[in-house]
């Protein structure tokens, strides 16, 4: 695919096929997306590519930890609820997926279950959880460089044909997802990004979430007008 088609095309999968990823195909995914750039090449990020059994054991234990109320453990700062303009796109891009899925306002048990997909990694056949090492967590430059590669990741797997969606309620109750994906005590868990092949009867995955226009993002200093 060309670059402009990559970019343009991609959006966030949320429905997936149970067919498997092969790993080669993961590798090469992730060689693409480790080309990102990185603060003096630190390069702070690690990998940890779950499927099966594995990743079944990190579903259940997300779902029944939050169901039974159990406080979320994310181990990355989440900072302030979202307030204002970021509130509204926030807004904004739910009721696009509610609208596509046929959700109700008022059907609060088909909202709870949207919500548990999200615990669930979608019920992608593979999630990827990005992790740093623990001596860097204080440097913004960290977070920068993993935002980094997860957004070459994305691109990377859509230039194969593989679908994603970056996601935080899929780390949400840490120790489970430390325990299974087998996490060092010395990373972080930062997110967690499923991966599969796009369900192409799944409404959802029809949404592009709108962006804000250049002239609304951008200002433009020392060039003629």
């Known amino acids: 695919m060309h670059f402009d088609d990559v970019i ?3 959006r966030s999968i949320r429905g997936y096929t149970p067919a498997p990823v092969p790993r080669a ?7 693409l997306a480790m080309r990102a750039p990185s603060s003096m090449n630190t390069q702070p990020y690690h990998f940890h590519v779950v499927s099966g059994p594995a990743l079944d054991a990190i579903r259940a234990g997300n779902s029944e930890r939050m169901i039974a109320g159990v ?3 994310r181990e990355f700062r989440t900072g302030i609820a979202f307030g204002g303009a970021h509130r509204e796109r926030q807004i904004g891009v739910a009721k696009q997926l509610f609208a596509a899925m046929n959700i109700a306002r008022d059907d609060a048990d088909a909202r709870q279950n949207w919500v548990m997909r999200g615990f669930r990694q979608f019920d992608a056949p593979v999630c990827v959880i990005i992790t740093y090492d623990r001596d860097l967590a204080d440097s913004d430059d960290t977070a920068f460089d993993c935002g980094a590669v997860a957004t070459a990741l994305v691109n990377a797997a859509w230039s194969r044909g593989l679908g994603t ?3 935080s309620q899929g780390i949400m109750q840490s120790p489970v997802v430390r325990e299974h994906a087998r ?3 010395d990373q972080v868990i930062m997110k967690s990004i499923a991966l599969g092949w796009p369900d192409h009867d799944f409404s959802a995955n029809a949404v592009v979430s709108e962006r804000r226009s250049v002239d609304e993002a951008a200002v433009f200093i020392g060039f003629d007008d």
């Open 183 to 185: 996490i060092p005590g």
């Open 165 to 167: 969606v970056i996601n």
């Open 71 to 73: 406080p979320q453990s």
């Open 8 to 10: 343009l095309g991609r």
């Open 25 to 31: 195909l993961i590798a090469e995914v992730l060689t």
